[in-house]
């Protein structure tokens, strides 16, 4: 029998400025009508299989920002303004943002909308009309299908095509606070009835290890190379931990289980952190299991079942993902049909189950929930509901959420070492040992000295807000984009929390924060 632990990854960086509650881009609003809610909605179909998600404390607590209106969000404000009354500089503003999504898979579905991707590469002039359909259509694009399919405003949206009038405009951007607010209430349903469990990560998704000590880059590849300073705050490692487990107890009303450490990133040295927090088990690369236990070729019989991390401080289970099928959802069932996919991905399952002459084995398949559907047709729904029938009708198959698997079959044997290293090549290139990613700890470094300077004189009020800016300058999307970042953006919004910081606790901003980083 194939226990199969399907955990589904959902995160957004933490893009809003602390101080004007302003977000630069929408991807947590978009994404949060996009995937978040269709994604655990689409089990009401399938009761017999079981998933995990785990949810990121920084992307819920922007989705609740959304919910309680506190957040401004200018493609938002822009999209709502009226057709007639945009400047030149809202026009260019949406001529450049307002096709930001999977030309092939979402915008050639909708033939207006496809005709001004065209009309925009020919730089032709747009007329109001023009204006007024794109508003409408970039943000009718970012709902899932079944939302275009089932509500009614959306489905009329959908229907007429072009030609859209302002009151239509409003109506359907109206939908989209109702969807961001029935979210969390979805997943707090699913968790009660056992269909679900939640996990979270790290609170503003940084990379632990490198924070307990950026030397720790070595330990996972020995020709890294490291900043000139080095970055070792054992502290933040243990705050970006139990922050996360209190706001996962505010937003859910119960204790976690499980935490995906932000990009798999594990070490022997965070291990006691986890413990401390209440964490019961944590998810890794299967790399990292190969290498913590010293084996140079693949072991299944070693990676379908969970481990344990049995410490003085306590003991930890962890499980490693099957990398092959989980990038094969993840990177390459989206160019197959839907249901040739699925067949192929049950098929190997239940090979599994035949290796291991019925043997009860757990397999985990552990990926991005959000990102990987754009580049499906039909945003990975056809895909989804033709795996979870197959799942539902398999004799050999049985989805699991962890927490009850675990408290089942707890892991027995002890690693005694656990190896350090990520998701991406069991190592932290992806963050760390390159110029521009060098850097950027560097300027994390001075910035986190000057609030060790200065948080004795700061009131409570501004040594909290200060720390929270410096946490969220500790995020692992900052360092993975640089060196590689294709307009920008995430530079801009790294320097953004940086300048916000040294704002914050009342010293000038460094002035190379105010331009591109460029190393040394």
Same mark, same amino acid.
């Given at each position: ?17 602390l101080?004007t ?14 995937d ?9 179909d399938?009761p ?6 785990n949810l990121?404390?920084?992307?819920v607590?922007? @989705?609740q ?10 493609f ?6 009226p057709?007639?009354?945009l ?5 260019d503003?949406?001529?450049q943002?307002f ?30 009309q023009?204006?007024?359909d794109?508003q ?10 079944? $939302? ?12 007429k095509a072009r $030609? ?5 405009k409003k109506?359907m951007l ?5 969807i961001l607010k029935?979210v969390i209430?979805?997943y707090?349903?699913?968790m009660e009835s056992g269909?679900v469990?939640?996990?979270l990560?790290p609170y ?7 924070l ?7 330990e996972?590849?020995k ?5 000139r ?6 502290e933040?490692?243990?705050a970006?931990i139990?922050?996360? @487990?209190?706001?996962?107890r ?11 450490p932000s990009e798999?990133?594990v070490s022997?040295?965070i291990?006691p $952190?986890?413990?401390?927090a ?9 790399a990292i ?5 010293k084996?140079?070729?693949r072991d299944?019989?070693l ?5 344990l991390?049995k410490?003085?401080e306590g003991e930890?289970?962890?499980? $490693? ?9 993840g990177f390459?069932y ?9 067949v192929n991905l049950?098929w190997?399952?239940e090979n599994?189950?035949?290796?291991f ?6 397999v985990?398949l552990?990926?991005d929930?959000?990102?990987a559907?754009?580049?499906?047709p039909?945003?990975?729904?056809d ?9 539902s009708?398999?004799k050999?198959i049985?989805t @699991?959420?962890?927490k009850d698997?675990?408290?089942?079959h ?9 190896s ?6 069991g190592?932290?290139s992806k963050?760390?040992?390159n110029?521009?990613k060098n ?5 994390l470094v001075e910035?986190?000295r000057?609030f ?7 009131p ?6 200060a720390?929270?800016?410096i946490?969220i300058?500790e995020g692992?999307d900052w360092?993975w ?8 953006s995430?530079?801009a919004?790294?320097?953004?929390h940086l300048?916000n910081?040294?704002e914050?606790?009342?010293?000038p901003?460094?002035e ?7 190393p040394?």
């Amino acid at each position: 029998m194939i226990n199969l632990a399907l955990i589904y990854h959902m995160h957004q960086p933490y893009y809003k400025n602390l101080l004007t509650e302003e977000t630069p881009v929408p991807w947590v609003r978009l994404h949060g009508i996009k995937d978040y809610l269709d994604m655990v909605e689409i089990l009401k179909d399938y009761p017999e299989v079981k998933q995990i998600f785990n949810l990121v404390p920084s992307l819920v607590e922007q @989705v609740q920002d959304y919910v309680r209106g506190t957040v401004k969000d200018k493609f938002l404000d822009i999209s709502y303004k009226p057709a007639a009354e945009l400047t030149q500089e809202d026009k260019d503003f949406i001529r450049q943002n307002f096709f930001s999504i999977n030309k092939d898979r979402v915008i050639a579905i909708f033939p207006r909308y496809y005709d001004l991707y065209f009309k925009k590469m020919r730089n032709l002039e747009f007329t109001t009309q023009d204006y007024l359909d794109l508003q409408v259509l970039f943000n009718l694009s970012w709902f899932d299908p079944s $939302f275009r399919r089932d509500v009614p405003a959306l489905k009329y949206i959908v229907d007429k095509a072009r $030609f859209f009038t302002e009151e239509e405009k409003k109506l359907m951007l109206d939908e989209q606070p109702k969807i961001l607010k029935q979210v969390i209430p979805a997943y707090k349903k699913y968790m009660e009835s056992g269909q679900v469990e939640v996990t979270l990560s790290p609170y503003y998704h940084p990379i632990l290890p490198l924070l307990f000590n950026t030397s720790i880059a070595r330990e996972a590849n020995k020709r890294s190379t490291l900043p000139r300073q080095q970055f070792k705050y054992p502290e933040d490692v243990r705050a970006q931990i139990g922050e996360a @487990v209190k706001f996962f107890r505010g937003s859910f009303g119960m204790e976690p289980c499980g935490m995906w450490p932000s990009e798999e990133s594990v070490s022997e040295h965070i291990i006691p $952190f986890w413990m401390e927090a209440g964490v019961k088990w944590i998810v890794a690369d299967e790399a990292i299991l190969f290498r913590s236990l010293k084996k140079k070729k693949r072991d299944t019989r070693l990676l379908y079942r969970p481990h344990l991390l049995k410490r003085d401080e306590g003991e930890l289970a962890i499980v $490693f993902r099957d990398r092959n099928l989980s990038d094969l959802i993840g990177f390459e069932y989206f160019k197959w049909k839907a249901e040739d996919a699925a067949v192929n991905l049950v098929w190997h399952l239940e090979n599994i189950d035949k290796a291991f002459k019925g043997e009860e084995v757990l397999v985990t398949l552990a990926l991005d929930g959000e990102n990987a559907w754009e580049y499906y047709p039909n945003d990975g729904q056809d895909f989804l509901h033709a795996f979870y029938r197959k799942l539902s009708e398999s004799k050999t198959i049985k989805t @699991v959420i962890l927490k009850d698997y675990l408290t089942r079959h707890p892991p027995k044997g002890n690693i005694k070492r656990l190896s350090a290293g990520s998701w991406i090549y069991g190592e932290f290139s992806k963050w760390i040992n390159n110029p521009y990613k060098n850097k950027a700890w560097e300027w994390l470094v001075e910035a986190r000295r000057a609030f060790e300077e200065s948080r004795a004189k700061l009131p409570d009020r501004q040594r909290e807000l200060a720390f929270k800016q410096i946490c969220i300058a500790e995020g692992s999307d900052w360092f993975w984009w640089y060196g590689e970042d294709p307009d920008g953006s995430f530079d801009a919004l790294y320097r953004m929390h940086l300048r916000n910081f040294y704002e914050i606790i009342g010293r000038p901003a460094p002035e190379y924060l105010h331009s591109p980083l460029i190393p040394d």
